[in-house]
């Protein structure tokens, strides 16, 4: 690849991660949750390879009857906690959580640090390798035991701002068996982006989000409204599912912006099987949602030849979700994707 090519993707990388976000002992400290095989759990970590004082949070789901030797460990994209991953009401019928557990799948849906229940600390202190090395850290724990089961098999699953996250622990830490990418690519669009970016605002001066976060720190960050215009393909969205998405927002974090460019060449590190699906109308990560990127998501094939250049060392797969915009989980076909999603996790 050229140089002229890898600093455009960089470019377009540093702007779309800037309007996205421009917007120990954890058994121990788990409080049960609403479901019998499911509990919140607190995984303590350090920020700077000091002592383990902060702590991610999750919601860890495990079958009852038997949990398996494999777990995915999924993260949230920017202005959204776990919950994305167990999207509440509506039957279940958005909920990845809800759908792995039924295939008998184990699953730990993360707050990132400095999102929703996770330590919050400066907002500039959160950087993509801060994010990077303390999902690494949960990883560890889940590999270790230290979750009450010893994983022999660990999948890392991303959306959106959070597989940025995913690809660069991949690529640093080489601790999963499988990486899965949604909701992302190397090429977004400028109209997309913009669609974002005239949303941000600081999170103290948004009613859903000024309480959640450190007080008078403005480098936590909201985009309230921005869900609708650029989250979603109309003709496949229910308008009550946008709504109270947008009713769920969180705040993300500025400290990322600085550093989060390091992301792209952990990429071509990453020797793991690894499959990325984007919906064909994403219009900030696919041409076909008409946002200016320069991702083809026509369908697999095409997929595959734009971000084959960048996983040289892994066993890629492609997947479109036909009509579906950015987030994946709340599209009225979701369903075809968390089929798809399993079938691939289980085959690794």
Not at 215 to 235: E, I, K, M, N, Q
């Amino acid at each position: 690849m050229s140089l002229v090519r890898i600093s455009r993707t960089l470019t377009c990388v540093v702007a779309a991660v800037t309007a996205a976000i421009t917007l120990g002992a954890p058994v121990a400290d788990a409080a049960p949750a609403t479901l019998n095989n499911c509990t919140d759990i607190s995984v303590p970590v350090s920020l700077d390879g000091g002592p383990r004082t902060s702590h991610i949070a999750g919601r860890y789901c495990v079958p009852t009857a038997d949990p398996g030797t494999a777990l995915q460990v999924l993260v949230p994209g920017a202005t959204y906690d776990h919950s994305y991953w167990d999207f509440p009401g509506f039957g279940d019928r958005y909920s990845y959580v809800r759908h792995a557990s039924r295939a008998g799948t184990a699953t730990l849906a993360i707050d990132p640090i400095g999102v929703g229940e996770s330590s919050k600390p400066p907002g500039w202190q959160v950087s993509a390798t801060t994010a990077a090395s303390t999902l690494h850290q949960v990883i560890t724990a889940a590999r270790n035991g230290r979750l009450g089961h010893r994983w022999d098999k660990i999948v890392l699953v991303g959306h959106s701002f959070g597989s940025l996250t995913a690809m660069q622990e991949v690529g640093t830490y080489h601790d999963v068996d499988g990486l899965l990418v949604s909701g992302a690519s190397h090429a977004p669009g400028p109209g997309g982006i913009l669609q974002i970016q005239t949303s941000v605002r600081p999170a103290l001066h948004d009613p859903r989000t000024a309480r959640s976060v450190p007080a008078g720190d403005y480098t936590y960050l909201s985009v309230p409204g921005a869900r609708a215009r650029a989250f979603y393909a109309p003709r496949d969205s229910d308008p009550a599912v946008v709504a109270a998405d947008e009713a769920s927002r969180v705040a993300g974090t500025i400290g990322v912006l600085a550093t989060i460019p390091v992301f792209i060449p952990t990429t071509f590190e990453i020797d793991v099987p690894v499959l990325v699906a984007n919906g064909r109308a994403d219009n900030v990560f696919c041409a076909q949602g008409g946002g200016g990127s320069l991702t083809d998501c026509t369908d697999a094939r095409t997929l595959y030849r734009s971000e084959r250049p960048f996983f040289p060392e892994a066993d890629l797969s492609t997947y479109v979700l036909p009509a579906a915009g950015h987030s994946m989980n709340l599209a009225l076909n979701n369903q075809e994707f968390f089929e798809r999603a399993q079938r691939w996790a289980s085959a690794i």
